[in-house]
């Protein structure tokens, strides 16, 4: 079974990986994978570089996938320090003394 694998950058879309194999059965499979999108043809016979060309230029032409919106990483400041809070002295006799 005959292989080919490549890649190359391409100046919008970044790397591009190629390869092309060819199955038991005989038959050729063209892959090209730009970051995480897969595209693929298959074909029967020798012009498999042909069919390479072919799907390279369809993933190029490919609208580029959106990345998730990040938000913009900001450095969180620390809250000012604040004295902490005092409470109130409560009297622990349960019975006011009583008054003459």
Known sequence: MAAFR????HELRGTVELEAR????????CVARI???RFELS???DLWGMTL???????????PFETSPRSKLEKRTH???TPPR???IRSIVSNPPPTD
């Open 43 to 45: 074909t029967f016979g």
């Open 6 to 9: 490549g890649t190359f950058t």
């Open 53 to 63: 060309q072919q799907v390279t230029q369809s993933a190029l032409d490919s609208p």
């Open 35 to 37: 970051g995480s999108k």
């Open 22 to 29: 060819q199955e038991a059965d005989g038959h050729w499979l």
């Open 86 to 88: 005092r409470r109130a």
């Open 79 to 81: 809250p000012p320090v």
